[in-house]
């Protein structure tokens, strides 16, 4: 059994990032410009923003965060994002999710400029990724393949069964997996709430994605020797043995199906580091233009 080492990859990734960062300052351009907008307090939300500020140090981008109470307008936040497209000196940026109930979530995410949307979660991305045409790729898919290829992880011919088919998960790792490209070209199974027999179709899989936010959802008995195995589940789990009092439990029981498996990834360390690494690579193609 082979550990994806999320956090090292991303580490190496992030370095590559930077030394590219570097050779263009060198050359006088103007480095990556990253905005994170984050609208109320979400404990979950200001790590992840925080995480992604970091990521910018690291890479040597500048980077923006703008804060808003939760009682901010729909509209108001929208011409915010208005200012945002305009802004020349703005190269991505992100609105961090979950928005307060009264904000329409797909309104905001179309008003982004396609050109700017990092994370890669507008329509015209999302169709370009599906047509496999360049575009922002969704950051946790996009990590996920860039795991795989970096581990050399032979995918062609494969059955991968993805658990869970969200739009900025389930739907676009299904979609980058079925792709006539490498890593992919596996054929792909997707499961929801309404599938059937899970188990069976799970114990046919080389690769299983589990992305449905249920602490260990995938039990040895689901999983064929030799399985690759990502986690994509963070949930977050009282434990009071903890300072932050509560631990991070991914949607496979780690301890009884790592041992089954060729390569699996960790939680955390494995999906998540990817993921932050994803959206600072989309934020350099910003930079350089991909449309
Ligand atoms: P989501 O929008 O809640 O979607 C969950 C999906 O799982 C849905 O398609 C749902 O089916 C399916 N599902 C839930 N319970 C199921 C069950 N018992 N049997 C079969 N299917 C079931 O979640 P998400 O945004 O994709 O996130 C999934 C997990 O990944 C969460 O733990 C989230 O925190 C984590 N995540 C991690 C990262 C990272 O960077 N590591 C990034 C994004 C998300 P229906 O469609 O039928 O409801």
Known sequence: MNILDGKQTASAIKAEIAEEVTQMIERGERAPHLVAILVG?????ESYVAN?????EA??????LLRFNDDITEQQLLDEIKK???????????????????????????????RKDVDGFHPINVG????GLPGFRSATPAGIMDLIERY??????????????????????AT?????????????????????????ICREADIIVAALGRPGFVTEDMVKPGAVVIDV???????????????????????????????????PGGVGPMTICSLMKNTLLARKGIF
């Open 41 to 45: 307090h979400d404990g979950g939300s």
């Open 233 to 267: 589940g963070t949930t977050r789990v009282p434990d009071a043995s903890r300072k932050s009092g509560f631990r991070l439990c991914g949607d496979v029981d780690f301890d009884n199906v790592a041992p089954k498996c060729s390569y699996i990834t960790p939680v």
């Open 84 to 114: 945002l497209n305009e802004d020349a000196d703005v190269d991505g940026f992100i609105v961090q999710l979950p928005l307060p109930k009264h904000i329409n979530e797909q309104k905001v995410t179309d008003a982004i400029d396609f």
């Open 152 to 173: 050399g992880i032979e995918t062609k011919g494969k059955h991968a069964v993805v658990l869970g088919r969200s739009n900025i998960v389930g739907k676009p790792i």
């Open 52 to 56: 992604k500020v970091k990521a910018c």
């Open 59 to 64: 890479c040597g981008f500048n980077s923006s």
């Open 176 to 200: 980058l997996l079925m792709q006539k490209a490498q890593p992919g070209d596996c054929t792909v199974t997707v499961c929801h709430s309404s599938t059937r027999n899970i188990k069976e």
């Open 128 to 131: 370009r990724l599906s047509i």
